[in-house]
C-alpha cells in the first residue's frame, strides 16, 4: 500500500480549500467558456485547480488534471488525477451537486480519493485497505453500500445532464425500485458508498480519468464496485484520458445482471 496514505489529511484540506474558492464564485457573475467537446468550463474551475496543482507539484507523483492537462512528476508510475470542478453544468445551474475531486493512480489503480462536496458540506474519503469515511459538517463516520441482492429493490442514479436515449432503454429493463437525477460522478458514486443508492451508470466513452478516479476508491473500499459496461476491470487510459468502456458503479450483488441488461440494450457491448 502506497505511504501517500499519510498525507491524506493534507489532501483532504488542499481539496477544502479548492472547495472553498470555487464557492466565492458560486454566487456571483462570472465567464464560462466552451470547451472543443462542447462542455462548459468556468473561472471558477481554473481557480479551484490552480489552488489544487499548487498544493500538489512538490510531490513525487506526476498530475494530470482536467484543464492543465499532464505535469510531470518525479515518478512514472504514480499520478494524481485532479478534477478541480466536477459537475461543472450543475455548478452553472445552481443545484449544489458539485465536487472537488482529487485521486490517487499508481500503477494504473486508483489507491486514494478525496471527494468534496462544498454546497453540500459534505466530503468522502478513502484510502486502499483503509475503508472509506463520510465527513458530513462536525461528524465523521465509516460507510457502506447497502449490498441489496435484487435490482427490484434497487434506487438508480441517473444523470441530470447527460442521460442518453439509450441509458434510458436500460433503465427501463433494469426494473429498479426508484431513479432519482443527480450531477456530479463523484457525488453519485459517494452516495452509492454510502448507502443511499445503489447503482449508476455512464454508457458514454467521454468520461475523463478525472471522472472515475478518487470515487472509485470511496466505492470500492465501501464495499461496492466499479467496472466497465462489459463488467471488466476499469483502465485508465493515461494518454487519451478517457474511460472509454463506460462506467458502471454499483452497491448491491446484481453485477451480472446489470452487465446482461446494458449489453442487451446497447450496440456494440
Not at 98 to 122: D, H, N
Not at 156 to 175: K, M, P, T, Y
Not at 184 to 193: D, N, P
Not at 196 to 224: F, S
Request: glycine letters at 12%.
Amino acid at each position: 500500500m502506497s505511504n501517500y496514505i499519510d498525507f491524506i489529511g493534507e489532501i483532504i484540506d488542499l481539496t477544502r480549500r479548492a472547495g472553498a474558492k470555487a464557492l466565492k464564485y458560486y454566487e456571483r457573475d462570472y465567464s464560462i467558456e466552451e470547451k472543443q467537446d462542447d462542455s462548459p468550463v468556468t473561472e471558477a474551475d481554473f481557480a479551484s485547480e490552480e489552488i489544487l496543482i499548487g498544493g500538489l507539484k512538490n510531490s513525487d507523483p506526476g498530475i494530470i488534471a482536467e484543464e492543465a492537462g499532464l505535469i510531470e512528476g518525479n515518478s512514472e508510475d504514480k499520478y494524481w488525477i485532479v478534477d478541480p470542478l466536477d459537475g461543472t453544468q450543475d455548478f452553472i445551474d445552481k443545484t449544489g451537486e458539485f465536487s472537488i475531486m482529487v485521486g490517487l493512480l499508481e500503477r494504473g489503480e486508483p489507491t486514494m480519493g478525496v471527494v468534496f462536496a462544498p454546497a453540500q458540506e459534505k466530503l468522502w474519503y478513502a484510502a486502499k485497505g483503509e475503508g472509506a469515511y463520510l465527513v458530513d459538517g462536525g461528524t465523521e463516520r465509516k460507510i457502506q453500500v447497502s449490498s441489496k441482492e435484487g435490482l427490484e429493490s434497487y434506487v438508480l442514479i441517473a444523470s441530470r445532464n447527460h442521460f442518453s436515449a439509450q441509458d434510458e432503454a436500460v433503465a427501463g429493463q433494469l426494473n429498479v425500485e426508484d431513479i432519482v437525477r443527480m450531477g456530479s460522478l463523484g457525488i453519485k458514486f459517494s452516495t452509492i458508498a454510502e448507502g443511499n443508492a445503489d447503482l449508476v451508470y455512464y454508457t458514454t466513452d467521454k468520461l475523463g480519468i478525472w471522472d472515475c478516479c478518487a470515487p472509485q476508491v470511496i466505492l470500492e473500499e465501501a464495499g461496492g464496485e466499479a467496472f466497465d459496461l462489459q463488467g471488466r476491470e476499469l483502465t485508465y487510459d493515461l494518454e487519451g484520458r478517457k474511460m472509454k468502456g463506460g462506467i458502471v458503479g454499483l452497491g448491491g450483488n446484481a453485477r451480472s445482471e446489470v452487465v446482461k441488461v446494458i449489453k442487451d440494450n446497447i450496440s456494440g457491448v
